[in-house]
């Protein structure tokens, strides 16, 4: 057994400390999340259930496996923008009559279920990552179709969201839509290029121009039952192949519809699981306030990993990186995590060497955020710190097997690409409330334009305006520091959800299972794996 052992204080003021910081900021994130879940408000929820429908979230709620787990995602998509919070849609991944699906649901208590730019966005992330991890996709259909003012920025960017449907089928991955009520325009092609439909009879709407538009173009009188009516569309032009009598009965034939898809995981069975042998709840207390203070990533995976086993991999060399092998949910996974934030040559290399050993192993690797970034100055520079860290960076951009990524604390300049932030695809990407991201630190970027000014005005000659640099400063670190806050991010969907600490290892759990789905392979030394590594 190599069980790591944990030295934290949990009695300490240390450990109090980083605890209330890390408790009020989840409250933050609740009390933003808690807007995405109230939808339209109490008005709208309640005028939709007096017309006898379910809200977005009943209905997966009835549409899961009992008690099954939900991962949501995206839940803070449009936060700090002029649209709702949750940007009227709802995506997660859930459990149906035993399938794992990517479900995809329109709030229509907010503006009709409209799409605004935020939706489309949401939409494409849970698109990409039921294509990339094979998830049959659930579509829950209520919509009045795009946000009108804002379609300049919908119309031309929103048609992939059909493109998608019929690559996920292409792919040989289920696509399939419940209709619940209007799907109209552009969004009647949702059920129209799913591979199986289910509509409410006198509910759903679907057509591509409703009456008043009809009238408008041809002259044609007519009304919303024979020009899209549910009754219409099975008996005559034969769009669903399934008619419901009300949404309960269209929830019970979508899961009918899973159960019949002969689904199978093709990737390898996970291992039985075994509890961390410290407890979640003390994730909290671990990420110092503010990020000044390094703190020991062994100290979270204690918490998170099977019976808080760890092989540590090169404990002795690059000590800023830990990089080693585990067990998630019974999922084998490689981890590197930050340990002191910097990165330097040593640990770039040790990233790249570990990063093909799991190729080579088909082995899921885990990236724990804490880092700075690259080490700068002349003796970093001399000694190769931009060819290593490019080595590490050309690891990550080939390696084939799935990534998935954590921030935990900092994840500062190009250290955020080497630890495979959004740009570098992974699988999944999550935050905790302590995270931040951006170019560099808010005081340092706010010194370099400082430094940058100073020289420019020694340089023409002019009188250097110390006053107005210190303004500045304060405006850019200001701005620096609320651009690289967690909800911010997440709300620009670059990431998948800010998640409690505590539920670390559950959120893992469910993507490590999600991503099992479809094979788990590794780069291959054949011409068809890395890049050239500069020595």
């Not at 936060?79 to 009559?97: K, L």
């Not at 969004?187 to 799913?194: C, R, W």
């Not at 630190?441 to 009188?463: I, K, T």
């Amino acid at each position: 057994m190599t069980a790591l052992r944990s030295t934290l204080d949990v009695s300490g003021e240390e450990y109090a400390a980083n605890r209330r910081a890390m408790l009020d900021r989840l409250d933050e994130v609740a009390t933003e999340h808690a807007k995405a879940i109230a939808g339209g408000g109490e008005k709208y929820v309640t005028r939709h259930h007096e017309r006898g429908k379910l809200t977005v979230r009943e209905r997966i709620e009835l549409l899961l496996d009992a008690d099954a787990p939900f991962l949501e995602l995206s839940p803070l998509a449009g936060w700090g923008s002029d649209y709702p919070v949750g940007a009227s849609v709802v995506t997660g991944i859930g459990v149906v009559s035993g399938v794992e699906c990517m479900i995809i649901g329109h709030d229509p208590t907010v503006r009709g279920g409209a799409s605004n730019p935020w939706t489309v966005r949401k939409i494409f992330r849970a698109a990409d990552i039921a294509l990339e991890n094979r998830l049959p996709v659930i579509n829950l259909v209520e919509s009045g179709g795009a946000d009108l003012p804002s379609q300049k920025e919908i119309f031309i960017p929103g048609g992939r969201l059909f493109r998608d449907l019929t690559r996920l089928s292409a792919a040989g991955i289920p696509t399939i839509a419940l209709v619940f009520g209007n799907s109209t325009a552009g969004g009647a092609y949702v059920p129209g290029m799913s591979d199986h439909v289910v509509m409410v009879e006198k509910a759903s709407k679907v057509f591509l121009g409703g009456p008043p538009l009809v009238k408008m173009a041809t002259g044609e009188e007519a009304d919303e039952e024979e020009l899209g009516g549910a009754a219409m569309h099975a008996r005559t032009s034969g769009l669903a192949d399934y008619l419901a009598r009300d949404e309960p009965d269209a929830l019970r034939l979508g899961r009918r519809i899973v159960a019949r898809l002969n689904r199978h995981k093709a990737g390898p069975a996970p291992a039985p699981a075994v509890a961390p042998r410290y407890p979640e709840e003390e994730l909290v207390g671990i990420v110092p306030d503010g990020l000044r203070t390094p703190f020991d990533p062994r100290e979270v995976l204690a918490r998170v990993v099977d019976d808080s086993d760890f092989d540590e991999f090169k404990p002795d060399y690059g000590d800023s990186l830990v990089t080693g092998w585990a067990r998630i949910h019974g999922y084998p996974v490689g981890v590197l995590a930050n340990a002191h934030g910097v990165l330097f040559s040593e640990e770039s290399q040790k990233a790249a060497q570990f990063i093909q050993l799991a190729n080579q192993a088909d082995t899921p690797l885990l990236f724990l955020h804490n880092t700075t970034g690259y080490m700068v100055g002349t003796d970093y520079e001399q000694g190769g710190i931009i060819k290593h860290g490019a080595m590490m960076i050309n690891a990550v951009s080939n390696s084939k097997v799935p990534h998935l990524s954590v921030l935990l604390g900092a994840s500062y300049g190009a250290g955020h690409y080497g630890m495979c932030g959004r740009a570098y695809d992974p699988r999944f990407l999550f935050a905790w409330p302590s995270a931040k991201s951006a170019v560099m630190g808010p005081q340092q970027l706010a010194g370099v334009l400082s430094l940058v000014s100073r020289a420019a005005a020694e340089a023409q000659g002019r009188p250097f305006d110390a006053e107005g640099d210190a303004a500045m400063r304060e405006a850019v670190e200001s701005q620096i520091e609320a651009e690289s806050l967690p909800m911010f991010l997440s709300g620009r969907l670059y990431d998948d959800g800010v998640i409690d600490p505590r539920d670390t290892r559950t959120v893992l759990g469910l993507c490590l299972s999600a991503i099992h789905t479809g094979e788990v392979r590794g780069a291959r030394f054949d011409g068809a794996g890395f890049g050239v590594f500069r020595m």
